[in-house]
């Protein structure tokens, strides 16, 4: 009876594996073919290189797959869209650098009222923020323009 019930546990198993394969491999493809992130944009060209590869991988990604489905590749590729598409439309609005600077602030004057900075600490940390000291819009690590860029 043990033998049985270890074969419907491996079974289980296996069939949880192949399920939790599909549900990374599908995410992670749908994140790829959103297209580039704005740091692989380049005027060195590098951005079309990766547009390419990422191309390249999703045309392979899809054939695989196609392959091991049994179904044809086309049938593949529209799903993943249809899924991509699904995700982007369900994916929360990202709230605007403003009101993200203005939760900042607000949570550092909260860290003052509670005491675990002082005013002094907190209007410091505020000041460097807007002088782009911090990774983020404005400041370093932030690749949408030149602004807080570093010649490191």
Do not use: C, Y
Request: charged share 30%; proline share 5%.
């Amino acid at each position: 009876m043990s033998g049985t019930m270890s074969k419907k546990h491996l079974l289980a198993g296996l069939a949880a594996a192949g399920v939790l394969g599909v549900g990374i491999a599908t995410p992670a493809f749908a994140e790829e073919s959103a297209g580039p992130s704005p740091s692989a944009s380049s005027s060195t060209g590098q951005g079309n290189d990766r547009q390419q590869q990422w191309a390249d991988r999703k045309a392979a990604f899809a054939e695989a797959l196609a392959k091991e489905l049994g179904v044809s590749t086309d049938k593949v590729t529209a799903a993943l869209e249809k899924i991509r598409e699904q995700r982007r439309a369900d994916r929360p609005k990202r709230p605007s650098v403003a009101d993200r600077q203005a939760a900042f602030r607000e949570r550092l004057e909260q860290a003052a009222r509670d005491g675990r900075l002082t005013w002094e600490q907190a209007d410091a940390i505020s000041k460097a923020a807007e002088a782009g000291v911090f990774p983020g819009p404005g400041g370093r690590g932030h690749h949408d323009g030149a602004e807080g860029t570093t010649d490191r």
